[in-house]
């Protein structure tokens, strides 16, 4: 069974510049996540759907963050304009149900110059 | 004070050793426990959930202590594999947010 996907694997852009990431959960799961992970620490939830819903958001900066699931499948989360300090890994995870076990991706690794 | 605290490490420890990470958590309305394993430059995976009684998975232990709120994982005989960085994960009673520690960096050596 395919694993949570992510790309880019790795994104280098210059500040003020927009950037996207692409996530497509595991077959079947209605439960998508996406969290941040700055160096040294653990992972920060940003926002979580349920299907297309998102049901919890209260973390993700909406000055300049943003995240879609148009049809409850995969997903976006975009950055514009980035900022130095979103130099981070970009995690996203999904799940079966509420409450059940979450499987991550990858990751995307972004460096803003 | 953070959520999840933990000693960031890192632990370096011989092949065969035992070695054991705490935890602890601020929020007594936590009510899901769990220990993630993170590699170097890889995702998170669930290494396992944590309960009351306390769990074993072969080589590992986990032990819950909800009156000092706090979670400890022991990890027996050590391996060179087991080398990584282990995260302490709570979530609250009825979300399925998941809130992690910084993570306790085990190194093991030949």
């Known amino acids: 069974e395919a694993g949570v996907v992510q790309s880019p694997r790795y994104k280098i852009i210059e500040k003020k510049q927009p950037v996207a990431f692409w996530c497509n959960p595991i077959?079947?799961?209605?439960?998508l996540y996406w969290y941040l992970q700055n160096l040294g620490q653990g992972p920060e939830l940003l926002i979580r759907y349920e299907n297309e819903e998102a049901v919890d958001d209260s973390q993700l900066p909406k000055d300049r963050f943003s995240a879609e699931r148009l049809k409850g499948v995969d997903s976006t989360l975009k950055i514009q304009p980035a900022e130095l300090g979103d130099s981070a890994v970009y995690l996203c995870?999904?799940?079966?149900?509420?409450?059940?076990?979450?499987?991550f991706g990858p990751g995307t690794r972004l460096l803003v110059l | 004070r953070k959520e999840v605290e933990q000693d960031p490490g890192p632990f370096n420890v011989p092949e065969g050793a035992t070695v054991a990470f705490n935890c602890t958590y601020s929020n007594s309305a936590s009510q899901s426990f769990f220990w993630y394993r993170q590699d170097c430059r890889k995702e998170p995976k669930l290494l396992m959930s944590v309960y009351s009684s306390g769990n074993e998975d072969g080589r590992f232990t986990a032990q819950l202590n909800r009156a000092s709120q706090y979670i400890s994982l022991l990890i027996r005989d050590s391996k060179l594999s087991d080398s990584a960085t282990y995260l302490c994960?709570?979530?609250?009673?009825?979300?399925?947010?998941?809130?992690f520690g910084t993570g306790t960096r085990l190194q093991v050596f030949p």
């Open positions: 077959s079947g799961h209605n439960t």
């Open positions: 994960v709570v979530s609250l009673y009825n979300t399925d947010k998941l809130i």
């Open positions: 995870a999904s799940s079966w149900s509420p409450g059940e076990t979450q499987y």
